[in-house]
């Protein structure tokens, strides 16, 4: 899809940042550090936060140039400094349209092109098949699952670890 673009955030950019994570079936997918309820404070802090990272890819996700979500490249420390891993959230008004399928495609290359890694790794919990889709359409394997290793909402999950390696 031509028309999705992976672009820095900015403070102007927050309010719809914080329309868009403030969805608890966004937040039922990810990590609890993005918290809920999602206000305009956090995304500013947020967006604050990331605009000097110069060890990380963080992106917003463009749709017709409109941000619809966020997509993250985060590279590890030493003995795991040969992986990074990657995050990624999708407003829900772009469910099923490719998005996410794009930006993981796009960013995967931004990543394997500036940082010295092997590997890219993304840990999904077991009820989020349309992510763990996303990522098997972009090459990645499903190395294992870590059964009972992550809780969200008081709820014991399963976490698939997918990975795609470097192209030699």
Excluded at 8 to 36: F, S
Excluded at 53 to 80: A, K, M, W, Y
Excluded at 150 to 164: G, S, T
Aim: glycine share 6%.
């Amino acid at each position: 899809m031509n028309d999705i673009q992976l672009l820095p955030l900015t403070l102007q950019m927050a309010p719809t940042l914080a329309a868009i994570a403030n969805d608890k079936d966004i937040w039922l997918q990810v990590r609890d550090r993005l918290p809920h309820p999602y206000h305009l404070q956090d995304a500013e802090t947020f967006i604050s936060m990331v605009a000097n990272q110069e060890n990380e890819l963080i992106r917003g996700i463009f749709f017709e140039q409109q941000l619809c979500g966020v997509i993250s490249i985060t590279p590890l420390h030493d003995i795991h400094r040969v992986s990074a891993e990657i995050g990624y959230f999708i407003g829900k008004s772009w469910w099923g349209k490719g998005i996410a399928t794009t930006a993981v495609s796009q960013i995967t290359q931004m990543a394997f092109a500036t940082f010295p890694i092997e590997r890219i790794f993304a840990g999904v919990f077991s009820h989020n098949k349309s992510s763990m889709r996303v990522l098997e359409k972009n090459g990645f394997l499903l190395e294992g699952v870590a059964k009972r290793s992550v809780i969200k909402e008081n709820v014991l999950l399963d976490e698939h670890i997918y990975a795609l390696y470097r192209q030699i």
